[in-house]
């Protein structure tokens, strides 16, 4: 049997992991290991300092989950070092609370943990889905229908477990704002580029300190074709492949004609 790792970055109690590992127990046998409250964009964030807390919690539906005070990253590290009786096949990351679209997957912890699968060697899915309503509390997960994202990325399981599925890649999924029967289809997608508007904002002055806000103003993105953006805005779940090497092969050799090594002459000639 598949064994299934379901964790988040929205903490134990979202209902978006709810509904992703209720969706996934069909396809295999789910655990849940996750944060014990909300971390949020804190992207590959990993916890060096201090000793780890693990406690046993029951989630909504009265099945067992591990919850831990460390981050994503920490979560997947947990499993893969052998904190469950058996070792995950494959991570699924989510259902996120909001997109984590085009730039936002560099701050996101639902794509952090996802990475961090497949750095460890496993296949990985990282699901997120847009509101129903923008206007409504995005935390308390009413005004959102996972449906349609927690099916779809179950569904991808037995896919990325496949052998011809290519090895390092992790699927960042994210599903419309719509219910199952108005989602348009799916789509492969490349990262849109976001636009952030945020300003800096003096709140208080007290004595020598000073608080400020520097995060705020609604973020939009570029409107091109092909993008995991314009997937959404057109009804689709969006799905990009997406790998951790980060090294522009094409311009090295740009980088070895200018004779990098020349550099190092100043500096051994004042040793």
């Known amino acids: 049997m598949t064994n299934i790792l379901v964790t988040n970055d929205d903490g134990v109690g979202s209902p978006g992991l709810l509904a992703l590992k209720q969706a996934l127990e069909p396809f295999g046998r ?12 804190i992207g590959r964030g990993i916890t060096i300092h201090n000793p780890l807390h693990v406690e046993e919690v029951t989630l909504a539906d009265g099945s067992p989950a591990l919850a831990t005070d460390g981050t994503p990253v920490d979560c997947v590290r ?3 070092l ?20 085009g730039d936002d997957v560099t701050y996101s912890g639902t794509v952090a943990a996802a990475l961090e699968g497949v750095l460890l060697g496993w296949p990985a899915i990282a699901v ?19 449906r349609a994202g927690a099916s779809f990325a179950a569904r991808l399981v037995p896919r990325v477990l496949e052998d011809d599925f290519p090895r390092g890649v992790i699927l960042n999924v ?26 800096l904002t003096l ?17 939009s993105y570029r409107r091109e074709e ?10 689709h779940i969006s799905v990009t492949p997406m790998h951790f090497d980060l090294t522009d092969m094409a311009n090295m050799d740009v980088l070895e004609r200018m004779s990098l090594a020349d550099l190092l002459d100043p500096v051994l ?3």
């Open 82 to 101: 052998g904190l469950l009786d058996e070792r995950p096949d494959v991570i699924v990351s989510g259902v996120n609370l909001g997109l984590n679209l």
């Open 78 to 80: 947990f499993a893969v």
């Open 128 to 146: 997120s889905a847009h509101a129903t309503d923008a206007r409504a509390d995005q935390w308390d997960g009413s005004s959102y229908d996972f």
């Open 203 to 219: 709140e208080a002055t007290e004595g020598a300190r000073r608080r400020f806000t520097i995060y705020g103003g609604g973020a």
């Open 226 to 235: 092909g993008t995991d953006f314009a997937a959404i805005e057109s009804g």
């Open 174 to 199: 994210n599903a419309p704002g719509l219910p199952p029967e108005e989602v348009r289809g799916a789509l492969v997608t490349r990262l849109g580029r976001r636009i952030y508007n945020d300003e």
């Open 30 to 41: 789910v655990s849940v290991i996750a944060p014990d409250s909300n971390r949020s964009a």
């Open 269 to 271: 000639d004042d040793a």
